[in-house]
Every structure is written in structure tokens, then in C-alpha cells.
């Protein structure tokens, strides 16, 4: 009997997402859910601490190391020259012990006007026992998988700044576990990160605060496949648009108050057509018949812009295929940070709602963040869910002179 790798890949997926609703296999939860299933899902989890504490909101907040992931654009309004930090997430720790997401960005600011930056992410699935259909057991195996990237981020006037990230994506979920009954093979793509960043300095109080609006759609790379290409899966495109509030109480302490709201830009999963028996019926070409909704096996391009018009529920589905991030954060004299934060996700698209809080430390050229995840619904396989960031971010002694200033 030959075993599908595709099959192991979407179970595997199902389990690491955190969205445990998206198959009857891992939870036994109604399939008529379109909950919208990807390859590499990892890339859409939060790698940082900071962001993390805030529900998951990030695209508007003020510049830092990990504006690699959330939105490049961002990167060319730091302050210090070179930074890099290190997080690390245990993740679904609830369930599996070594599990594990680590991340690792850098960045330098080459003048005023621009900045580029590299980033390492790796994803850890933990050991794992393959078997063949009668309990033999095959190989043991860690399936793993990460991306490094890299990104530049320049000023466009004062206020507003564009960017772009370069990425090379790796999942191996298998090894040579299956090489002898049919094709495997890591799946690879090449993606891409386009970022938009505006931010303008206000009152508040009597004192200076900042409003800022931002926009990246992250990931827009080619299709993924384990076997053949035949079985090519879309990556996790997704569309990001926020706005943060920074509001200054005094000259000690202040508030950001943000929102994020995210859709996944990759096709949503049709109503295909069953007989009596509830079997999917099959046309004469030997595809599935479509009976709401639009055929998912799409390019990349009609399969991102295809995904606001595609839902076989029409707009109410589609409005229901928004994520909302939102979070607060209190600094006090940029030394020590307090923030909290609520995830959003529809029921019938994987039904993630949690609390998050944080906390934050600066001190010279060293910081640390910390983040705790707590889900609404009890016994979720997110809860207890921890990050920790490591950061460093130095001023070099040259002067970093704007391009009109060098004649650039």
C-alpha cells in the first residue's frame, strides 16, 4: 500500500498550526470548517516576544530588530546603526516536549536614509518514529524546516519608507522515510516580503506622541511540493494592514495602543458536490465536481488576488477570513515595558482566541522581552504558550550621514 506523503503533510500541518478545528483527523471537529490549510505554516508564527505580548500586532509599531518579520518597511526608521536579537519558542508545549521555533535577525543602517537587515528562522518538529501501514517501524526523524532572508528598507520622504525581504524557504518533513514506496522530497520556494511604513509625529497631553499606518503582504512565493508536481501547495501569502497610536503622558511614560488585521491570501477551500453515499463526485477528467466556490489549483497570482472573491459563502465568508491583532504597550523612560494584548480568529477559519501579555527590558545596549499566551478556550494545545527575546542594539562611532549629505 502506498503511502501519500501528502496526506502525512496536511495531518503533520493540522497538528503544529494551532488551529486544531482545521481537520476530523487530529480533533474531530466539523469538516464542513473552510478553515484555509497552507504549506510552511510556521512562517506565520509570531518569532518575537515583543509582538507577541501585543496579540500578535506588529506591523505599525515602532522599529525594531524583528521589523524583519512584520513589516521591512519599518526597519529604515531605527534608531541605533547595528542590532540583532535572538527568541526562542517552545511551542505546543502542552502536548509535545521538543517542539520549537528560533529565530534570528540582525540588522545595520547603512545612512540615514537606508537600512538592510538578514534573518534565520528554524522550526524544530521534534523526534519522530515513522511506520509503515502494518506498525514496522522505518526511521527515526526530526522533520525540521526554516527560512533565511534577506532585506532592504529605505526612507521615501520623512514621514514614509518602503521595503523589501528576499527569502529562501527549506521543509523537510520526512527525510528518506518513504523512498522506497513513492516520490518524497523537501518541499522548497522562493518568496518575497513587500512593506509600507507612514508615521507622523503629534501632541498628546502637551507632550509628543505618533500616529503611524502600516501595510506588507508577506510571503509571495511560488507553490510548495513533498512529492510531485502534481501535489504543489500555496505557501502562507499573507496581506497585513495596521495602525499603531503612541501617545507620550509625560516625558517618563507612554502608551501605544495598535491594530492589526490580517488575511490569508491564498485560495479558499470549495464546497465540492457528494452523492448519496456522501462521496465527492468525480468528472469524467477525474477531478473533484465543484459545487460552491471556485477550483483551488490556481497560479500564484489568481490564487492571491482570487482570495477576496472566492469564498463559497460569498462576502460574509470572506469578512469572517479576517484575523484581528490588537495590543497595548506602557514604557517607562524606554527602561521597562508592560503590555497586553487579544488574537481574534472566526470559528469556522481555525478558531484561535487568546490573551496575551508581556513584559520588557532595556537596559544600554541590551534588551529583553518575554511573552505568555493564554487561550480562551480551556485545555487549548496554544496554552501556556511562552517567547523570550534576547536583543542588542548598538551605536557605531562613525557618523551615518544621510545620502544628500555624502552627495549619494
Known sequence: ?????????????????????????????????????????????????????????????????????????????????????????????KIIDDMSLSHLSGYYKINREQAVAISLSYFDMGQLQFTDVDGNPLQDFRPREFYFSGSYSRLLSEDMSLGVTLKYIHSNLVGNAFSGMGDSQPGVSLAADIGWFWHKDITTFNNPSNIAIGAAITNIGSKMTYSNDDEKEFIPTNLRVGAAWKIGLDPNNSITLALDFNKLMVPTPPVYEVDENGSVVIDPDGNPVISRGKDPNRSLLKGMFGSFTDAPDGFPEEISEIMIASGIEYWYKDLFAVRGGYFYEHVNKGDRKYFTMGLGLRYNVFGLDFAYLVPVRHEHPLAETLRFTLIFNFDTKKNVKSIQDTGN
Open 1 to 93: 500500500m502506498k503511502i501519500r506523503i501528502i496526506f502525512f503533510t496536511v495531518v503533520l500541518l493540522s497538528v503544529y498550526s494551532g488551529a486544531f478545528a482545521q481537520t476530523s483527523i487530529v480533533a474531530g471537529q466539523d469538516t464542513s470548517r473552510r478553515v484555509i490549510t497552507t504549506a510552511v505554516p510556521f512562517l506565520t508564527i509570531a518569532p518575537d516576544a515583543r509582538a507577541s505580548g501585543m496579540g500578535d500586532a506588529g506591523v505599525a509599531t515602532t522599529a525594531d530588530v524583528n521589523s524583519v518579520y512584520w513589516n521591512i518597511a519599518k526597519l529604515a526608521f531605527i534608531k541605533n546603526n547595528i542590532g540583532f536579537s535572538l527568541s526562542y519558542t517552545p511551542w505546543l508545549s
